[in-house]
């Protein structure tokens, strides 16, 4: 009698979470393989990376700080998911956060705390007008989203590296790929992590309550999962959409903001470290989950993290992502093996 496999639309959060763990392991271990094939000593390496990540103040602080953008943007990406969206862009508006930021820093004066008030807000608004033409390209032309705020990664980068290397360089200490430094900073409240963190951390836990406790979250959640019905229902879809896609570019702009005033304290071309695309990953561990962001978010930061520890161990930058690539690998695939379950068919009776 065959056994076949049958694939279920939806997948209890219990077994997505097993598979994932089971995913994980199994890239630990084809990992620990080639490590110990290459000469390396796995079980050291892995000691390693617990005692450096987890087990000291040092190694706590440096994975909250990682932690801190890449929540933000994973937020970005699966703010939009849940309008069936995708938010490519989220680099870019990361980028145009960290760029606005640094304009109030070097050009406006101030009390601090104002200040950082001011560019808390003035990133969000960096990173929504970054996201502006593709939202209006989306909700009256139908433009691909996932084109158009790719596309405009690249020209924030250039924008970036312009006014970094050209008009706002740093002429005092000399630097030629950097600006002077932002005079306001994000206040510390353990070692060098900042009240970002808690922000950032904050920041999925609202989402997730307006989502699931107001009416604005009901007629998203009732445009994402079916636009013909929300409109016959009388929700302006539209208008949803462009909230949402502006509400994403903005929480984006924040993690530039906050990168900017609480770890790098200047702007620099390589300032967003990926986090913009990293974030699509987050949103992806998440499946659409905005506290499942959290936990997608920890995990992405403790691979860096770890690919971090393993460079100062010996190991290159080719083979640190080689590693990473595959742990990212065998937990989608794992995510994809939950959905399936194996089915016996039943003997005909009679």
């Known amino acids: 009698m065959a056994i076949r496999f049958v694939r279920s639309p939806i997948v209890s959060p219990s077994r997505a979470l097993a598979a994932r763990v089971a995913g994980f392991v ?58 069936g969206l995708w938010n490519i862009g989220a680099d870019g508006q990361f980028y145009l956060g960290a760029l606005v930021t640094t304009a109030i820093g070097l050009f406006i004066k101030g009390p601090e705390p104002f200040m950082l008030v001011l560019c808390f807000f003035a990133g969000a608004a960096g990173g929504a007008l970054w996201i502006l033409v593709p939202t209006l390209a989306k909700a009256y032309a139908k433009v691909d989203e996932i084109i158009t705020t790719l596309l405009l990664n690249f020209v924030a980068l250039l924008l970036v590296y312009y006014v970094a290397t050209g008009p706002w ?44 406790y107001t009416k604005w979250g009901y007629e998203v959640r009732l445009s994402g999962a079916n636009p013909d019905a929300a409109h016959y229902a009388g929700i302006p879809v539209r208008r949803r959409l462009i909230t949402i896609m502006l509400l994403s570019g903005a929480i984006a702009g924040i993690a530039g903001m906050l990168e900017v005033t609480g770890t790098v304290h200047r702007l620099q071309g390589g300032i967003s470290n990926n986090y913009g695309y990293l974030g699509v990953m987050v949103a992806v561990l998440a499946r659409g989950s905005a506290i499942g962001v959290i936990a997608g978010a920890f995990l992405m930061a403790l691979i860096l993290n770890a690919g971090i520890i393993l460079q100062t161990q010996g190991l290159t930058t080719s083979a640190v992502l080689a590693l990473t690539g595959l742990i990212m690998l065998f937990t989608a695939i794992a995510d994809q093996f939950a959905h399936y379950r194996l089915v016996r068919p039943q003997a005909a009776t009679g």
Do not use: C, N
């Open 169 to 212: 360089r740093d002429r005092v200490s000399g630097t030629t790929a950097s600006t002077g430094r932002v005079p306001y900073k994000m206040p510390d409240f353990f070692g060098s992590l900042h009240w970002g963190f808690v922000i950032a951390l904050a920041a999925p836990i609202l989402f997730a309550l307006a989502l699931r």
């Open 26 to 83: 199994l890239a630990l271990g084809l990992g620990a393989v080639v490590l110990g094939i290459a000469g390396f000593d796995p079980l050291h390496l892995g000691t390693q990376i617990i005692v450096k990540s987890l087990g000291s103040r040092f190694g706590l602080e440096d994975l909250g700080l990682l932690f801190t953008p890449l929540l933000l943007t994973g937020l970005a990406v699966t703010v939009m998911a849940r309008m």
